[in-house]
Every structure is written in structure tokens, then in C-alpha cells.
T-cell receptor
């Protein structure tokens, strides 16, 4: 059984650029969530995808967007990067439909630095 | 704004002692509660989940939930230096879609 994999692990961008982060779900999981974790803070929910549609969204602006593919992998896109977007971006997969729907398995994360 | 509150610490305990980590939450309708461990520079790792009032034990870890007081705790018995990490408390949101995390408590276990 493979876990959640994310790429890239680290990247540096400049303000105003765009970035795409990728995630492969754990085998058997059908739901993908993305979280942003700033230094010294807990993860903050960005959005969740289920059956290739956005299933919930946190308090993030529209320049944060995502996709889920038929194989349950996912992308997080951030446009017009701002300095405050510097953070660890965590992808988490889960299985929707069971008691453990909120039991998240996190990937190792993508650390984004915006200069 | 639904909130999850934790003392940021650091909480320092000697090896072999019991570490007690506490968390309060603001949304009375929360049904699912989780403790994640996060080592420095790594991603969160699930330690315990608890859904009903009372205690739940798993090895050296015990989660305690009191919904009336909106309080959840994690006890770590026989603390080891390898337990040194940040512990994140999380509760589900009303929609059951997202987890709301606290800022985490940093635990340091000295040998």
C-alpha cells in the first residue's frame, strides 16, 4: 500500500508568479484535502475534492484553486503569489463514506518560499 | 470562527514521566477529535482519534474526551525522548469536511 506522495518537496518562487503542487492519494482513498501550514501554526484547510469536484473550501481567496483527477490524484494551483503564501502545503487523503471519513493521511508536504 | 485552543508550550518532562497535553474547542457540534504528532520539518502523523466521551487507550497513549466541557486531552505515559515533537489537536467542522487544527503544543522529553 502506497502512502500520499507530493511534489515538488521544495520550491522557490517570486511574488506574482504561479505555482502548481501535485499529490497522489493513498491507495483506496477517494478524497483529497489540501492544507496550508505557516511556520509555528497549525494546518489550515484550503479545500477538499471528492469525485473530482470541490467538496468544501476554507477561507482562502479564489487564486487558490485545485483539481482532482479520475485516479484521485490532485493539484493545487496558486496564482499571483504573495509573500504570505510562503508555507508548507500539505495534501491529505481519506476515504469518504465511512466513519473514518475525517481520518486524514498526510503527505510529506511541499515547502513553498515566495521571495 | 470555530477555534481549537492549545497551550503552545514548550512542555518539558523527564524521560519516563507522564506528559499531559490539553485542548479546548469552541464548536459544540464537533463529533470527531484527533491528535496528530508532527516532528520538526515533517508532516503530521495521526496518533489517536476519539469520537465519544471517556478514555481511549492505545499503547502508551490515552485520549480523553469531555464534550460537555468541550475538552480533549492526550496523555503520554513513560515519555521517551523520541516523543519530543509538536502535538496538534484537531476537530471536525460542522460540515464534516475539514479538520480545524490548534497551533500545537511542543513537547520536549529530556533523557
Amino acid at each position: 500500500e502506497t502512502g500520499v506522495t507530493q511534489s515538488p518537496t521544495h520550491l522557490i518562487k517570486t511574488r506574482g508568479q504561479q505555482v502548481t503542487l501535485r499529490c497522489s492519494s493513498q491507495s483506496g482513498h477517494n478524497t483529497v484535502s489540501w492544507y496550508q501550514q505557516a511556520l509555528g501554526q497549525g494546518p489550515q484547510f484550503i479545500f477538499q475534492y471528492y469525485r473530482e469536484e470541490e467538496n468544501g473550501r476554507g477561507n482562502f481567496p479564489p487564486r487558490f484553486s485545485g483539481l482532482q483527477f479520475p485516479n484521485y490524484s490532485s493539484e493545487l494551483n496558486v496564482n499571483a503569489l504573495e509573500l504570505d503564501d510562503s508555507a508548507l502545503y500539505l495534501c491529505a487523503s481519506s476515504f469518504e463514506g465511512a466513519l473514518g471519513a475525517n481520518v486524514l493521511t498526510f503527505g510529506a508536504g511541499s515547502r513553498l518560499t515566495v521571495l | 470562527q470555530k477555534e481549537v485552543e492549545q497551550n503552545s508550550g514548550p512542555l518539558s518532562v523527564p524521560e519516563g514521566a507522564i506528559a499531559s497535553l490539553n485542548c479546548t474547542y469552541s464548536d459544540r457540534v464537533s463529533q470527531s477529535f484527533f491528535w496528530y504528532r508532527q516532528y520538526s520539518g515533517k508532516s503530521p502523523e495521526l496518533i489517536m482519534s476519539i469520537y465519544s466521551n471517556g478514555d481511549k487507550e492505545d499503547g502508551r497513549f490515552t485520549a480523553q474526551l469531555n464534550k460537555a466541557s468541550q475538552y480533549v486531552s492526550l496523555l503520554i505515559r513513560d515519555s521517551q525522548p523520541s516523543d519530543s515533537a509538536t502535538y496538534l489537536c484537531a476537530v471536525n467542522d460542522q460540515a464534516g469536511t475539514a479538520l480545524i487544527f490548534g497551533k500545537g503544543t511542543t513537547l520536549s522529553v529530556s533523557s
